[in-house]
């Protein structure tokens, strides 16, 4: 099947091509219009509708109107002279707000953008006064916009209206701070702005760079990003569609996170090809360069294939997860990697089909065969030491593995960013409740479609502001049928830190479970809430899905490497990798720079990411390490030659895929992924793959591969002389 593929599109270079061309132009084009139909933005929309919060959600929607894509800015207005807010001033600002309230903000464009490509995000926010600060330092309005908050659409509606509040409360002499998730969210990108672009332009230049160092040639290096932004496009493109079919929404950094895996493998892959395509063609030179094409493709199409199953398998296993960010990253990953395997299958052989030797061009190293090198030398090092070289590097990942020791979980993203919205937020905390801009808000329904009154809640409120960390309760709002009350609570610590959602699932959820009247039925929402419902829900599904996908992965190598032996030899050695990433995370992000914990995604991403992709190497130097036991000689010989020959390609994609993590750092709040990606990535590729494995390799030989174990080849007959009674010659 595989041969097949490629073989057809080594033979059809050109339509193949072509086809891709077509196709991942018109999708790449469509991606932000057809992206914006499948994302939803709210975290606790992802939460299974059993939680609590997901319960409170439903809620605040269905009788209280609260559009479930609705985000809040908080926005504080004072006077410029630092003065109290006098009754006029208060007047004055309540009728600014009013104005701003009856006009529609349109979403700026740019004059050569077709509308069609990105949804328009203009809308008429409603602002209301919210609460005035104990001593009249400021007044607090409540702006409701809708949208995502890193929807880039809703950032600049965000922004024109901000401009626009700004100036008119400036010409009233006021001063003014914006705050919220959407203020912080559009500060944050309008600081990084810079960065994300140098970040870009780095992973770029690295990717080029290496390709020229590596292989001296323009089109090799070119052309690995050509063809992997022609593929990322229609992965894309399918990506949407599959959602858009099955009905699955996708957590808004989704799209994102698929680029980063796309290049990183895509590039992968392409190495794997262009490195057994040199070597190829040096070995038999006189072979047409399509017929080389085909062979290579045919050969190697074989390891890319397990190793884009292998990782397709371990996000597939996301689909059982109940957290819903979870439950639809898996399969849009899996999808995107199925394409991009396609890709790897047709597209890349077409291009090596249709380039040929000018692949290489201008360098003449396929006129000669190059001398052995550092790689050399170090495949004879691990022939010759391979316990010491195995010893060594456990070492090394056991003292990085002992980091995670008290490991914690953070599931917030509370603190000083250093944001205008920071600034503002901790003004406001100095004179208010650190969550009167994002309260925790307390549903209360009645039970048998009966009726509330705000008397018969009393005690509730009461027992609620007796809670310590409450700071202060607001007065009950009934709904419009009398039949379902909320209350908002504003607590004392930032609603995304570790103590609100503690207080949230504690003794507030307690409290409500004491005094809710009877006949009626209570519900804890708000972001405090939501969060602590995902670290239960996050908790669950890591015992889930570790096991299942490292199931599948072992499945996966056993059927590709056909042995016993080998796939327990490489999950062990990942199982070791991954360890000694977290580990090392947790050093350098709890222990050393005090942050509350590691983020509650980065488990369950390590192990995906660091499992999966960096099995990706490994299967290629296996695989090259069974092939080479097959010739003549001891085992050792082999594993010399198949990392003499495989380094080049592993350390270049390692390199590659660790330089596209890196990028990461680029976006707030992703530091962590990105450390930890990046470490893992060449832990995976420089020390798993290049040491620990064929260290064992060599210690076991050939009963690595049991049962089946590669008998080597006969050595070829010399060759009979023809005059056996010649006399001899002997040369000293």
């Known amino acids: ?173 006021m001063r003014t701070g914006f705050t919220g998730g959407l203020a912080e969210a559009a500060d944050s990108a309008d600081d990084n702005r810079t960065a994300a672009v140098i970040g870009s332009s780095l992973v770029t230049g690295l990717i080029v760079l290496l390709n020229v160092l590596v292989f001296r040639s323009v089109l090799a290096a070119v052309l690995p990003l050509l063809a992997v932004a022609l593929i990322g496009g229609v992965a894309t493109g399918a990506v949407a569609g599959a959602a858009e079919l099955t009905g699955l929404r996708l957590d808004v950094s989704t799209p994102g996170l698929i680029s980063v895996v796309l290049l990183g493998i895509g590039v992968d892959y392409l190495l794997f090809l262009l490195f057994r395509f040199r070597e190829h063609l040096r070995a038999r030179p006189d072979q047409p360069a399509r017929e080389a094409a085909a062979e290579v493709s045919g050969r190697v199409g074989t390891a890319i294939t397990s190793a884009a199953l292998t990782i397709v398998a371990a996000f597939a296993t996301l689909g059982v997860a109940t957290f819903g960010q979870f439950r639809s990253l898996g399969p849009a990953i899996a999808v995107a990697v199925l394409v991009m395997l396609l890709g790897s299958l047709t597209l890349m052989p077409a291009l090596l089909a249709a380039c040929g030797r000018k692949m290489f061009w201008p360098s003449r190293s396929l006129r000669r065969e190059p001398r052995g090198g550092v790689a050399a030398r170090y495949g004879a090092f691990v022939a010759r030491r391979p316990l010491a070289l195995l010893l060594g590097s456990v070492a090394l990942l056991g003292a990085l593995a002992a980091g995670m020791t008290g490991v914690r979980m953070d599931y917030g993203q509370g603190g000083d960013s250093g944001t205008a919205a920071s600034a503002t937020a901790a003004e406001i905390s100095r004179a208010l409740p650190a969550g009167v801009s994002d309260p925790t808000t307390v549903y209360v329904t009645a039970d ?36 379902a009350a909320r209350i908002d609570l504003f607590l004392t610590a930032d609603p995304q830190s570790a103590r609100a959602r503690e207080l949230a699932s504690g003794p507030v959820r307690a409290a409500v479970a004491a005094h809710t009247p009877a006949g009626t039925s209570a519900h804890v929402g708000g972001t405090a809430a939501v969060f602590a419902d995902v670290s239960a829900a996050v908790d669950h599904d890591l015992t889930i899905v570790f096991p299942v996908a490292a199931v599948l992965i072992a499945l996966i190598l056993l059927l590709l490497l056909r042995s016993v032996l080998a796939p327990v030899v490489l999950m062990l050695s990942v199982g070791l990798g991954f360890a000694a990433t977290l580990g090392a995370a947790t050093l350098l992000f709890q222990h050393v720079l005090d942050e509350p914990g590691v983020s509650f995604t980065l488990p369950l991403v390590l192990f995906l990411f660091v499992v999966a992709l960096g099995t990706d190497y490994n299967i290629l130097i296996t695989d090259r390490i069974r092939e080479e036991m097959h010739r003549p000689g001891p085992a050792r010989a082999a594993v010399a030659r198949a990392v003499r020959h495989t380094t080049p390609a592993v350390a270049t994609a390692g390199l590659v895929l660790a330089g596209s993590f890196a990028s990461l750092a680029t976006t707030p709040g992703s530091e962590q992924i990105a450390f930890s990606l990046t470490l893992g990535i060449l832990l995976s590729a420089g020390v798993l793959s290049l040491a620990v494995v064929p260290a064992l390799a060599t210690l076991l030989g050939r009963a690595l591969w049991w049962p089946l174990r590669p008998a080597p080849a006969p050595a070829p007959a010399p060759t009979p002389d023809p005059d056996p009674h010649r006399p001899r010659v002997l040369i000293p």
């Not at 479609?449 to 502001?465: E, F, I, N, P, V």
């Open 1 to 173: 099947m595989i041969r097949a593929l490629t073989g057809f599109s080594t033979r059809h270079a050109w339509k193949v091509i072509a086809l891709w061309a077509v196709l991942g132009l018109a999708l790449a084009g469509l991606s932000p219009m057809l992206l914006g139909r499948v994302t939803q933005a709210q975290t606790g929309d992802f939460l299974p509708k059993s939680y609590d919060s997901a319960a409170a959600l439903r809620i605040a929607e269905e009788r209280f109107g609260v559009k479930p894509d609705a985000t809040t800015v908080t926005v504080l207005v004072a006077r410029t002279d630092g003065k109290a807010l006098s009754a006029a001033d208060q007047q004055r600002i309540e009728a600014e707000a009013a104005e701003l309230g009856k006009r529609r903000v349109v979403m700026p464009r740019k004059d050569d953008e077709p509308a069609f490509l990105k949804p328009d995000r203009s809308q008429t926010p409603r602002v209301a006064p919210a609460m005035t600060a104990p001593d009249r330092s400021f007044e607090l309005l409540s702006v409701e916009l809708t949208g995502s908050a890193v929807d880039e659409g809703v950032q600049e509606v965000y922004r024109t209206f901000r401009d626009s509040a700004r100036a008119q409360f400036a010409g009233a002499g």
């Open 448 to 483: 048998g479609g009966g009726t509330l009154d705000t008397a018969r809640l009393d005690g509730l409120s009461r027992a609620l502001a007796e809670v310590e960390g409450v700071g202060q309760v607001a007065g009950t709002v009934l709904n419009q049928d009398r039949r």
